[in-house]
C-alpha cells in the first residue's frame, strides 16, 4: 500500500511561481511511476505530467510544456511539480498519483494510488 501526500498548493498571482511535493509512504516508489493530474471546478479531472522512477522519463500536457516540471527524489521518496509563469487557468485541485505499471500514461485509470490534493489559486 501506497499512501500519497501533497504539499505546496495556494494562491498566487499570475506569471508566479509555485512547486508542489508529494511524499510518498508505505512503500518506496520502486519501480512505479508518478504523475500529477489537476481538477477545475465542473471539469474532469485531467492529466499534467508523469515519470517514471526508475529512468526518470518524462511526460507532459500540451498545456503546460515548458512551464512545469515534474521531477523526483528516490532519497526522499518525493516527487515535485514546479510550475512556472502560471496562468488563471491553472486553477485547480492538483493530485499526486502512482502507478504500479511503471510506465507514464495519461490515463487516471492505470493509476494504483491517490493523494487527497491541493488547491492551486492563480489570480488575475
Known amino acids: 500500500q501506497v499512501q500519497l501526500v501533497e504539499s505546496g498548493g495556494g494562491l498566487v498571482q499570475a506569471g508566479g511561481s509555485l512547486r508542489l511535493s508529494c511524499a510518498a509512504s508505505?512503500?518506496?516508489?520502486?519501480?512505479?511511476?508518478a504523475g500529477w493530474f489537476r481538477q477545475a471546478p465542473g471539469k474532469e479531472r485531467e492529466f499534467v505530467a508523469a515519470i517514471t522512477w526508475n529512468s526518470g522519463i518524462t511526460s507532459y500536457a500540451d498545456s503546460v510544456k515548458g512551464r512545469f516540471t515534474i521531477s523526483r527524489d528516490s532519497a526522499k521518496n518525493t516527487v515535485y511539480l514546479q510550475m512556472n509563469k502560471l496562468k488563471p487557468e491553472d486553477t485547480a485541485v492538483y493530485y499526486c498519483?502512482?502507478?504500479?505499471?511503471?510506465?507514464?500514461?495519461?490515463?487516471?485509470?492505470?493509476?494504483?494510488?491517490w493523494g487527497q490534493g491541493t488547491q492551486v489559486t492563480v489570480s488575475s
Open positions: 498519483a502512482a502507478s504500479s505499471r511503471g510506465i507514464v500514461t495519461t490515463r487516471p485509470t492505470l493509476y494504483n494510488y
Open positions: 508505505g512503500r518506496t516508489f520502486g519501480s512505479y511511476a
